[in-house]
Nanobody
Framework: QLQASGGGLVQSGGSLRLSCAIARLTTRTNVMAWFRRAPGKEREFVASITWRNGNKYYADSVKGRFTISRVAAENTVYLQMSGLKPEDTAVYFC???????????????WGQGTQVTVSS
């Protein structure tokens, strides 16, 4: 139901845009979020957005560098990543759930991950 894409290899300071398309909107898909998991680390919150009013939330580590947006007509959420750093290297996952949250448990449907690698 969730299809993520857009990862790749980029140099430090570069940009990438991730996409996450959802097949169907329901009452349990009010919020779309991006998480990431770096090697040897837990999955961590990156950003989220609500479909209805577009409220956005960001992790402190990405504020000012990443922008989450939604295009309702496309049922797609985007994560524009700029000023990428090597520490942003991770597998990025999109998830959806009924209410905003910053833990993986708040989201009950996930897409496959997409690898983002930032070289120094």
């Amino acid at each position: 139901q969730l299809q993520a894409s857009g990862g790749g290899l980029v140099q430090s300071g570069g940009s990438l845009r991730l996409s996450c398309a959802i097949a169907r909107l329901t009452t349990r898909t009010n919020v779309m979020a991006w998480f990431r998991r770096a090697p040897g680390k837990e999955r961590e919150f990156v950003a989220s957005i609500t479909w209805r009013n577009g409220n956005k939330y960001y992790a402190d580590s990405v504020k000012g560098r990443f922008t989450i947006s939604r295009v309702a007509a496309e049922n797609t959420v985007y994560l524009q990543m700029s000023g990428l750093k090597p520490e942003d290297t991770a597998v990025y996952f999109c998830g959806t759930g009924p209410v905003p949250g910053t833990t993986p448990e708040a989201f009950d449907l996930w897409g496959q991950g997409t690898q983002v690698t930032v070289s120094s």
